[in-house]
């Protein structure tokens, strides 16, 4: 039984789909059997996951409305152990309101992932940002959680947010401790990065200061 690993934040644009497509190309190298699957209607995935020139266009919501099977959603890549299930033709629809309820509304979402599941190694699974019906869905099925954190304060005060989200009602992610750790890493990171930031404003302003009394400042 291989295991779904969900790549989630509250936060948009702090790195999911890099760390997701990065992380599953990494896995599939070292010859692990990888699927990445993307379940944000943004559909950003299909522009690094080295897929074939004219590549089918349709994935994941495709197959959710029934227009595809499983199969046809389910493309090869550059790599003979990477397969990749993009988030398929809603990425070019105006609408994605259809798309979020039948995620919402149907087990479709979670019975997709436990079977990749039981056929692949590592399934890794790229979601939109925020907490809504989709993420909660996908963290149903996942057994690990990793959430990209940008070394900055505010990504650190509003982290609590995904942690709940994670924990859930019934706290059942088997590597909940594992993202707090790494949260705690990341905030000595955050401190070392603000001192050193401290030291660089104060330098320029020594200097600037220096140079505005010489009177070369004004000319
Ligand atoms: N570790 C990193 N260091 C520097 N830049 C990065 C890193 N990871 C991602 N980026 C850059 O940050 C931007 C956003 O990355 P990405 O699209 O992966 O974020 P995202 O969380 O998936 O965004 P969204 O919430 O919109 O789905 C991109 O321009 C990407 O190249
Ligand atoms: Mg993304």
């Not at 994941?60 to 003979?80: C, M």
């Not at 590597?175 to 990171?189: E, M, P, R």
């Amino acid at each position: 039984m291989g295991h779904v690993l969900a790549v989630v934040s509250q936060k948009g644009g702090v790195g999911k789909t890099t760390t997701s497509v990065n992380l599953a190309a990494a896995f599939a190298r070292r010859g692990l059997k990888t699927l990445v699957v993307d379940v944000d209607p943004q559909g950003a995935v299909r522009y690094g996951v080295g897929l074939k020139r004219g590549h089918p266009p349709h994935g994941f919501s495709d197959y959710l409305n029934g227009a595809r099977g499983l199969r046809e959603v389910i493309l090869p890549t550059a790599l003979p152990w990477l397969r990749v299930m993009l988030a398929g033709t809603v990425s070019d629809a105006a609408d994605h309101g259809t798309y979020h309820a039948l995620v919402a509304e149907t087990d479709l979402l979670k019975e997709l992932l436990t079977a990749a599941r039981e056929r692949c190694d590592v399934v890794i699974v790229d979601t939109p940002p925020g907490l809504g019906p989709i993420v909660h869905k996908v963290l149903e099925a996942s057994q690990h959680v990793i959430v990209p954190l940008q070394c900055e304060p505010l990504a650190l005060q509003t982290t609590p947010q995904i942690l709940r989200g994670i924990q859930g009602p019934d706290a059942s992610l088997a590597d909940y401790c594992y993202a707090v750790t790494k949260l705690l890493d990341f905030s000595k990171i955050v401190r070392r990065q603000q001192n050193r930031h401290r030291r660089i404003l104060l330098r320029e302003r020594a200097d600037h200061l220096a140079h505005a009394r010489s009177g070369e400042w004004i000319e």
